[in-house]
């Protein structure tokens, strides 16, 4: 017997898909923060956390066939083709139960974009972009001390290319449609997280 949310689950293109499900997009530069805030926000607004980087990487590791190809691209700082971390936020999304998701970085691009619209059919409730210095992105990375191999001087300077060519034109898209969430994220942990909460607040239950 399946729980409640799996039952009532929908065929979107083939696959189950979990039914109108609240996304939230995380978006920002490498290093500013997206992880870190999200672990507060599920902590708080009983939301799953799904980190497509997470998603990726846990590929790798179980020697998928399309591991090789996605370590390559991580340790070039390019972004994996969409048709491969979707279907991971897909099956993510089925396994947890929930049905209100902290989707972290992704959509990255245009192509992740425009194929999750036409996979999924979900349009995002919001999207919250943390805004960060590079240097300040670049300071994080390199004391981040995961082990990832795309932490190092050479690869951030990839990603922060990929993030300002590919990234920054789905944070405008979204702008466009009043979706865009800004919060300044150069500052400590505890004083992004106040400015995070104030947007999962419902206006009506904040304070005057
Ligand atoms: N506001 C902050 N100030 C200082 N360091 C931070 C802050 N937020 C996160 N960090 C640290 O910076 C590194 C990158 O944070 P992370 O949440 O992994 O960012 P992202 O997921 O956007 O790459 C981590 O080592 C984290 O502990
Ligand atoms: N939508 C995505 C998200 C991440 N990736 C790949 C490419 C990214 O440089 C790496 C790491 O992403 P991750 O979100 O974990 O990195 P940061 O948390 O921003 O430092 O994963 C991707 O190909 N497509
Ligand atoms: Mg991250």
């Known amino acids: 017997m399946g729980s409640v949310v799996e039952s009532t ?5 083939g696959s189950v898909a979990v039914k109108n499900p609240t996304v ?3 978006l920002g530069g490498p290093g500013s923060g997206k992880g ?4 507060n926000i599920v902590q708080h607004f009983g939301y799953t956390h799904l980190s497509a980087g997470d998603l990726l ?8 066939e399309n591991g090789t190809m996605i370590q390559n691209m991580i340790k070039e700082g390019k972004i994996v083709p969409s048709e491969v971390t979707i279907k991971l936020l897909q099956r993510a999304m089925l396994e947890s139960g929930n049905d209100k998701f902290l989707i972290d970085g992704f959509p990255r691009n245009e192509e992740n974009r425009a194929a999750f619209e036409e996979v999924t059919k979900i349009e995002p409730a919001f999207v919250l972009f943390f805004d960060c210095p590079e240097e300040e992105m670049e300071r994080r ?6 082990g990832r191999e795309d932490d190092n001087i050479e690869t951030i300077r990839k990603r922060f290319k990929v993030f300002l060519e590919s990234s920054l034109p789905v944070i405008e898209h979204y702008t466009a449609r009043e979706k865009v969430r ?7 942990v505890e ?3 106040e400015s995070v909460k104030a947007v999962f607040t419902p206006k009506d239950e904040k304070a005057d």
Do not use: H, M, Y
């Open 9 to 13: 689950n929908k065929e979107v293109n």
């Open 24 to 26: 939230v997009f995380v």
């Open 36 to 39: 870190t805030q999200c672990t």
């Open 57 to 64: 990487r846990a590929e790798i590791k179980s020697g998928s």
């Open 141 to 146: 990375l390199l004391s981040r001390n995961q």
């Open 182 to 188: 800004k919060i300044d994220a150069g500052r400590p």
């Open 191 to 193: 004083e992004v997280f």
